[in-house]
């Protein structure tokens, strides 16, 4: 079976779960997403078990049924085993897959699937848990996921409907696929639940050209050992995309996001990424009002950071709580004051910005989505960040992105890359005019063709300027230009000269005269004619 074969095999699993979920009275609940991505989960980790556990004893690949083969173990023998494995789940043969499908007659079967997920969860608290801020730990699985069926009557139909799906399907082939496979079914499983419902934060998925662009920009040589940190992360897709381009074994993850929803979905993708490593160093929690990373008292500093922060919400709840004296180096140019109107649009942005300055390493870069309008304004917060980075030269450039790259805003966005380590010239780029309009349910969206991302990042890491495209500029430039980041305000104006002799010259000049008298003629006929029609209006 080839890999898209499979990827089609596996969006159908999820199409199955999912029409079991709406047979019973779940399609479009705002819990189905709890019991798709979660009975997804407790699949991909029973096949990971066996995959790893086979390949430790090699008798169980041979044996016509691994999960009874390992019944007939010797205990000592499996405990053994369940040491040896790496970062997965550690499950008992009561939580196999087919342990529950041999026993789904039992009465009470809904409690045996429910008692059997959240003994996996209790388990293996210690690799799974997601933490709050406040030190609360969120179990991988939920107590009793059939409480979402409201008719206890029928939790054990449903419940069996469930592993009648699972039983026949495995992951075991497709461990060995890399980062690209596990994006694409990650975004086909939670594209109907990654929306924004009306939280503090929306949960926009991310386009998969700027998460590329971000990437491949800021990892341009091969690092070990590093910190990447995003602390807006959503469902992850711009750590992911990081990660992926350092390597999932050379870097750890952080994060934080105010939304469960988030750091639900974002545990799941460290899962299916093979980062099992970094869910607990995920946090769900604010951040701009309390930030959980830290060393010591002082923010927690990090090699690489990426962020798709929301650009305007409601902070005023807490606003005051930020203007600190403990906060003033965090926030150096300044928290937005309360507007006594349209107090959600108070930009949030600008904190998320000056806390990823102050989280980075020295030498650390960073990769940030931001409203357009930021890299123009020419006063207030917007404008002290931007002459923050210029004066401390720790800027690497800008990507203005097309308008409609997201879908869900008609907002104009750009990439802001911030570099330490760059004491030199600066790329600012103008993408606005690439890519495709097309629609995307009610909304437009526009998408960059493989070309053309590898056009900006090529552009940008060579630091090469392209007419109407892209300028390197110093400090200094930008610096006289009232720190303005917009590439075109430094696009050459071309003015082009044409040999003519000077007859021609005269013959031009008399056009011109002559068009000129012709409209001030008839300039002055309409003001005479207006003066009329006035004093007749006064008369009347």
């Known amino acids: 079976m080839t890999t898209r074969d499979f990827e089609t095999k596996t969006k159908e699993l999820i199409d199955r779960l999912k029409a079991t979920c709406a047979s019973y009275g779940l399609g479009n609940d705002g ?6 991505t979660q009975v997804f989960l407790y699949k991909f980790l029973n096949d990971r078990f066996a995959f790893e556990l086979k390949k430790l004893e090699p008798s169980l690949r041979k044996a016509e049924s691994w999960e009874a083969a390992v019944k007939k173990m010797p205990k000592d023998d499996f405990e053994m085993l369940l040491l040896q494995l790496p970062d997965t789940a550690k499950l008992k043969p009561a939580h196999f897959i087919a342990t529950l499908f041999e026993r ?20 293996n608290a210690g690799i799974f848990a997601v933490k709050t801020a406040g ?7 939920e107590e009793r996921l059939s409480k979402f069926i409201h008719d206890e009557s029928k939790r054990d139909d449903f419940c069996r409907a469930i592993i009648n799906t699972l039983v026949n399907f495995s992951f075991e082939h497709i461990f060995t696929q890399k980062y690209d496979f596990y994006a694409t079914i990650f975004e086909y499983l939670i594209k109907d639940y990654n929306k924004d419902s009306g939280g503090k934060y929306a949960e926009y998925y991310t386009p998969h050209a700027v998460a590329k662009i971000m990437a491949a ?7 070990s050992n590093v910190s990447c940190y995003d602390p807006s992360a959503g469902s992850g897709t711009l750590l992911m995309n990081l990660a992926h381009a350092i390597g999932e074994d050379r870097c750890t993850i952080y994060s934080q996001d105010i939304s469960q929803k988030s750091s639900s979905l974002l545990r799941l993708n460290l899962i299916l990424n093979n980062l099992i490593h970094s869910i607990q160093n995920v946090i769900q929690g604010n951040t701009i009002l309390s930030p959980y990373h830290r060393e ?11 962020s798709n922060p929301p650009f305007k919400m409601d902070f005023s709840d807490y606003r005051d709580d930020l203007d600190t004296k403990a906060n003033q180096e965090r926030f150096f140019a ?4 309360i507007p006594k109107q349209a107090k959600d649009k108070m930009a949030i942005y600008q904190l998320f910005l000056q806390h990823i300055i102050a989280s980075l ?35 690497a450039g800008v990507v203005s992105m097309p308008s409609n790259i997201f879908a869900t805003t008609g907002t104009n966005v750009s990439i802001l890359f911030i570099d330490a380590s760059n004491k030199s010239d600066v790329v600012l780029l103008d993408a606005s005019g690439l890519g495709e309009k097309i629609k995307d349910g009610k909304n437009q ?6 070309e053309e991302e590898n056009r900006i990042i090529e552009t940008f890491n060579a630091k090469k300027a392209v007419e109407d495209f892209s300028v390197v500029v110093s400090y200094d430039d930008i610096a006289s230009k009232n720190y303005s980041l917009s590439a075109g305000q430094y696009f050459d104006v071309k003015i082009e000269y044409v040999d003519i002799t000077p007859e021609e010259f005269q013959t031009k000049m008399k056009t011109f005269t002559g068009n000129l008298d012709s409209l001030f003629a008839e300039s002055k006929t309409l003001e005479v004619e207006i003066k009329k029609q006035l004093a007749g209006l006064r008369y009347e």
Request: hydrophobic share 45%; glycine share 8%; proline share 3%.
């Open 31 to 36: 819990n189905e997403f709890k019991i798709i």
């Open 104 to 123: 789904q007659n039992e009465s009470d079967f809904a409690k045996l699937f429910d008692d059997t997920l959240f003994d996996i969860a209790v388990t």
């Open 135 to 141: 030190g609360a730990k969120v179990a991988l699985f």
């Open 217 to 223: 920009i800021l990892v341009k040589e091969q690092v």
């Open 296 to 306: 010591g008292s002082a923010l927690k500093k990090f090699d690489y950071i990426v």
């Open 334 to 337: 300044g928290i937005p004051n």
């Open 361 to 395: 390493k020295p030498g650390g870069k960073a990769a940030v989505v931001v409203p357009t309008g930021f890299i123009t304004a020419q006063s207030g917060i917007d404008k002290g960040i931007r002459q923050h980075l210029v004066d401390n030269k720790m800027l």
């Open 445 to 450: 969206k526009t998408v960059l063709s493989d």
